[in-house]
C-alpha cells in the first residue's frame, strides 16, 4: 500500500492483503538503514491473523520518497503524521532497534497515535561504536558488514533460518548494501545523538520489550536501564537470540507479538 | 579499525546450515528421505501453503537435507539465498523462468556450456524467450545486443571451451546501466576461486554436479540470490514486483525484497515446474562440499603441473588456460582469480581429430566421459561430444576446433597424471 505524508510517497507491506480497516492497527518501524522486509516473517502473519499490519518504509528507506529525517524526534513526529495520514489509528507499533527508539518518542510526544509499544532490540541510549560509524560516513561496505556482525547471535552466524534456503548473514548484509549512500550514516548518527531524558517518564501506554541474551548492539544491560525507567512494561528475555531477532528466531517473534497485541 | 566477526570459508564449508539434528543430535547431516511433513494443526497447515509462516510441506518445494545444503551454498557464495534443483540444466531454467516471460530476451556469451547453449538457441524459443549470443570478451557486443525486451544477460566465469574469464565487474555494470541483472554460471571456478556476488553478479548458478560436489555422484544444480538488485526499480520484472494470484495477490519485492528472488523460485518454480533436488543427492553433494576446500587447491595445483608439461610437450599445438601467459585473458585472471584460474583447460593435439581419438583411446588413467569437476581426472573431444549438436558455424563461433581436447584435472598424483597424458600423447602421433 502507497499513501501520502508530506508530499512524499510512503511506501507500507500489509502482508500481501488489503489492509482491513476494522481491524486493529499494528505499525511496524525498522532499525538503522533497514526497510520493511525485517518484518517478512511477521507481517504476513500478522495480517492474517486478526490485524491490519503495516511495515513501514521510513522515508528515503526501501521504496518510500523522501530523505531521511536527521532524528529521532523527526522521524516521531512523522510517524505520528503517518498514522493520521493512514487513517487509522491509534495504533499499535513495534518497533526494533532505531525504531524501538521512534516508538518511545512517538508514545511520548503523540500519545493520541499510540495504543501500545512493543520494542524489540531497545535501550535508552545507543552510542555506536566510532569505527562503525566512520565506514557509514564513507558509504563503505565495512558498515553494513559490522551491523551484520554484531546484529547476529552466535546461531544466526552458522544456521537456523527457519525459512528452506535463505541465510541470515548475507540476507541482512544485502539489506543494508541496498540502502541509498548517506542513510545508514544518518540513522547511526541519529541513534548515536539520542538522548532519552525523561523519556520513559512521559510514556502512559503499555509496553513490552524484548531482549536477546547475545544482543551486542542493545546488550541485555542496556535494555535493563530502559526497562527501570518504565511503569507498565512486559520484559520478554530470548536466550541464544541476537539483535536481529524478528529474523533470528522468526516464530518466537510472531507468537510474542500475538501474545502482546492481543 | 575493527573487522567483521564472520566465520570463515572453511568453517562455513563444513557448518554452514546445520545445527546437529535437534531431536538425535545427529552430527553429521541427516537424509531426510521423505516427500511430506505432519502438519501441527489446522491452522499452521494453511499459514504454510499462504507463506504466513515459513516451514516443509513437501519435498518438491523444499526439504529439511535439500536446505542445508541451500543454506551452505548461500553461505559460501555470500548470496541471500538459494534454491537447489535436480541439476545444473534445471537451475538456469528456474532462474529463468522466474524472471522471465514469453517476450523476452536474453543476451548470453557464445562461449558457454552446449546443453545451456541449446536451450537458450533452441528450446526457449518455443516458450517466446530468443537470446543473442556475443563474444563475452567484447563490451560494446554486450552493449549493443541489448534491447527493450532483454531481461538478463548470461555468461560462465570460465568459459566453454576456451576457459574465457568473465569480467565481471564489466558486464555487471553494463547490465546494471540498463536495469538489468547478470546471472553467472560459476560451475568452473566454484565460490573457493572467486565471489562472483562480490564482484557484481547479481545470480550465481552451479552445476553442483561439478567441483562443489566433487565425487561425480550426484546430478544437482543451485541458483543462488545475491541479494542486491532492484526487481522493483523498473517494469521489466513483473514476476517479483506485482502482485501474483498463486498465493493471494503476494508481491515478492514489496514482501520480501532482496530475498525476492529465491522466495518466488521455490514458491512458483519449484512447485509447478517440480525439477526439486532429491534429499539423498544432496546429502551426497554436501559431503563433497565439506571439503571444496582443500579440493580446489589441490585440483589448481594439479592443473599447474599439468599446465607446464603440455607447453613443454611435442605433440602438443597450443594450450588454453588462463594461467597460460599467451592466455587472452591471463592478466584478468590474475586480478579475478588470485587462487587460480581452475581445473578445466583445453589443448590442441598435432595431427588434428584422428590424433584427437587416438590421444583419447589410449589415456589409461584418465576417463573417457562427458563430464568435469570430478575428484578423477577426465578427457572430452567435445568436437564429438559435447558439442556435437553444434552446427559446423556455430562449432567455429563457439572456439570448437576440431584437434581441441579438454581436459578436466582431478586429485591424483601429479605425477602419475602426468604420465599417463604422455603415455597418450605418444600413441597419438603414430598414425
Ligand atoms: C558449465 C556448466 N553449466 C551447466 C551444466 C549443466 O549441469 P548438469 O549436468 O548438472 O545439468 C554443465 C554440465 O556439464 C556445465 O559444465
Known amino acids: 500500500m502507497n499513501i501520502e505524508c508530506r508530499g512524499e510517497t510512503v511506501n507500507i507491506a500489509t502482508g500481501g492483503v488489503e489492509v482491513d480497516r476494522d481491524l486493529p492497527p499494528v505499525v511496524l518501524l525498522h532499525g538503522a538503514g533497514m526497510d520493511r522486509t525485517v518484518w517478512s516473517q511477521q507481517t504476513r502473519y500478522l495480517a492474517h491473523h486478526g490485524f491490519a499490519a503495516m511495515a513501514v518504509d521510513l522515508p528515503g528507506h526501501g521504496e518510500s520518497g523522501g530523505e531521511p529525517l536527521p532524528s529521532i524526534a523527526e522521524m516521531a513526529d512523522w510517524v505520528a503524521e503517518a498514522i493520521t495520514e493512514i487513517g487509522l489509528g491509534p495504533a499499535h507499533l513495534v518497533g526494533h532497534s532505531m525504531g524501538s527508539l521512534i516508538s518511545l518518542e512517538v508514545a511520548a510526544r503523540h500519545p493520541e497515535a499510540v495504543e501500545r509499544i512493543v520494542l524489540l532490540g531497545a535501550a535508552a541510549a545507543m552510542p555506536v561504536h566510532p569505527d562503525l560509524l566512520g565506514a557509514a560516513e564513507r558509504n563503505e561496505v565495512l558498515a553494513p558488514q559490522l551491523i551484520t556482525s554484531w546484529g547476529h547471535g552466535t546461531r544466526a552466524h552458522i544456521a537456523g533460518n527457519p525459512t528452506p534456503g535463505l541465510w541470515m548473514r548475507s540476507g541482512c548484509q544485502a539489506l543494508l548494501e541496498r540502502a541509498n549512500d548517506g542513510v545508514i550514516f544518518n540513522d547511526l548518527a541519529a541513534c548515536n545523538a539520542y538522548e532519552a531524558g525523561d523519556v520513559a517518564a512521559r510514556i502512559a501506554c503499555p509496553i513490552t520489550v524484548v531482549v536477546g541474551s547475545e544482543d551486542k548492539m542493545t546488550p541485555p544491560r542496556a535494555t535493563s536501564q530502559l526497562v527501570a525507567g518504565l511503569s507498565d512494561v512486559d520484559l520478554k528475555h530470548l536466550d541464544g537470540v541476537g539483535h536481529m531477532m524478528m529474523i533470528e528466531v522468526p516464530d518466537r517473534i510472531r507468537e510474542l507479538l500475538l501474545d502482546a497485541l492481543h | 579499525m575493527v573487522d567483521p566477526e564472520y566465520l570463515k570459508f572453511d568453517t562455513l564449508s563444513l557448518h554452514a546450515g546445520q545445527e546437529p539434528d535437534p531431536t538425535t543430535g545427529s552430527r553429521a547431516v541427516p537424509i531426510y528421505q521423505t516427500t511430506s511433513y505432519s502438519f501441527v494443526d489446522t491452522e499452521q497447515a494453511a499459514g504454510l501453503f499462504n507463506l504466513e509462516q515459513p516451514g516443509h510441506i513437501y519435498s518438491r518445494i523444499s526439504n529439511p537435507t535439500v536446505a542445508v545444503l541451500e543454506e551452505r551454498i548461500a553461505a559460501l557464495e555470500g548470496g541471500v539465498g538459494a534454491v537447489c534443483t535436480a541439476s545444473g540444466m534445471a537451475a538456469f531454467h528456474l532462474a529463468a523462468a522466474t524472471i522471465m516471460s514469453a517476450g523476452n530476451h536474453v543476451v548470453a556469451s557464445r562461449n558457454i556450456y552446449g546443453g545451456t547453449h541449446n536451450m537458450?538457441?533452441?528450446?526457449?524459443?518455443?516458450?517466446?524467450?530468443?537470446?543473442?549470443?556475443?563474444?563475452?570478451?567484447?563490451?560494446?557486443?554486450?552493449?549493443?545486443?541489448?534491447?527493450?525486451?532483454?531481461?538478463?544477460?548470461?555468461?560462465?566465469?570460465?568459459?566453454?571451451?576456451?576457459?574465457?574469464?568473465?569480467?565481471?565487474?564489466?558486464?555487471?555494470?553494463?547490465?546494471?546501466?540498463?536495469?538489468?541483472?547478470?546471472?553467472?554460471?560459476?560451475?568452473?571456478?566454484?565460490?573457493?576461486?572467486?565471489?562472483?556476488?562480490?564482484?557484481?553478479?547479481?545470480?550465481?548458478?552451479?552445476?553442483?554436479?561439478?567441483?562443489?560436489?566433487?565425487?561425480?555422484?550426484?546430478?544437482?544444480?543451485?541458483?543462488?540470490?545475491?541479494?542486491?538488485?532492484?526487481?522493483?526499480?523498473?517494469?521489466?520484472?513483473?514476476?517479483?514486483?506485482?502482485?501474483?494470484d498463486g498465493y493471494h495477490g503476494i508481491s515478492f519485492a514489496d514482501e520480501y525484497g532482496h530475498q525476492a528472488l529465491s522466495m518466488r523460485a521455490r514458491a512458483e518454480g519449484l512447485r509447478d515446474f517440480g525439477a526439486a533436488m532429491s534429499p539423498t543427492n544432496a546429502f551426497h553433494l554436501l559431503q563433497g562440499v565439506e571439503t571444496l576446500p582443500l579440493r580446489m587447491k589441490r585440483h589448481v595445483e594439479n592443473t599447474t603441473s599439468v599446465v607446464e608439461f603440455l607447453e613443454e610437450a611435442d605433440a602438443v599445438t597450443w594450450v588454453s588456460h588462463p594461467s597460460v601467459a599467451t592466455h587472452p585473458d591471463h592478466e584478468l585472471a590474475k586480478q579475478l582469480l588470485p587462487k587460480g584460474a581452475g581445473a578445466i583447460l583445453s589443448f590442441g593435439i598435432a595431427g588434428g581429430r584422428e590424433a584427437g581419438c587416438r590421444f583419447i583411446e589410449n589415456v589409461q588413467l584418465a576417463s573417457h566421459l562427458a563430464n568435469v569437476g570430478d575428484a578423477k581426472t577426465l578427457v572430452l573431444h567435445p568436437a564429438s561430444t559435447t558439442h556435437q549438436q553444434l552446427s559446423a558455424e556455430d562449432l567455429v563461433a563457439a572456439g570448437v576446433g576440431e584437434d581441441l581436447i579438454r581436459l578436466s584435472v582431478g586429485l591424483e598424483d601429479p605425477e602419475d597424471i602426468i604420465s599417463d597424458l604422455s603415455r597418450a600423447l605418444r600413441a597419438s602421433q603414430k598414425g
Request: glycine share 10%; aromatic share 8%; proline share 9%.
Open chain 2, 120 to 244: 537458450l538457441n533452441l528450446t526457449m524459443p518455443r516458450f517466446g524467450i530468443t537470446t543473442t549470443f556475443v563474444d563475452p570478451r567484447d563490451p560494446e557486443a554486450w552493449r549493443s545486443a541489448i534491447t527493450p525486451e532483454t531481461r538478463l544477460l548470461f555468461a560462465e566465469t570460465l568459459g566453454n571451451p576456451g576457459i574465457e574469464v568473465l569480467d565481471i565487474p564489466l558486464i555487471a555494470q553494463i547490465a546494471h546501466e540498463n536495469g538489468l541483472p547478470l546471472m553467472v554460471d560459476a560451475t568452473f571456478t566454484t565460490p573457493y576461486l572467486m565471489k562472483p556476488i562480490d564482484l557484481g553478479a547479481d545470480i550465481v548458478m552451479h552445476s553442483v554436479t561439478k567441483f562443489l560436489g566433487g565425487h561425480g555422484i550426484a546430478l544437482g544444480g543451485v541458483v543462488v540470490d545475491g541479494g542486491r538488485f532492484d526487481w522493483a526499480a523498473n517494469d521489466k520484472f513483473p514476476t517479483l514486483s506485482q502482485p501474483y
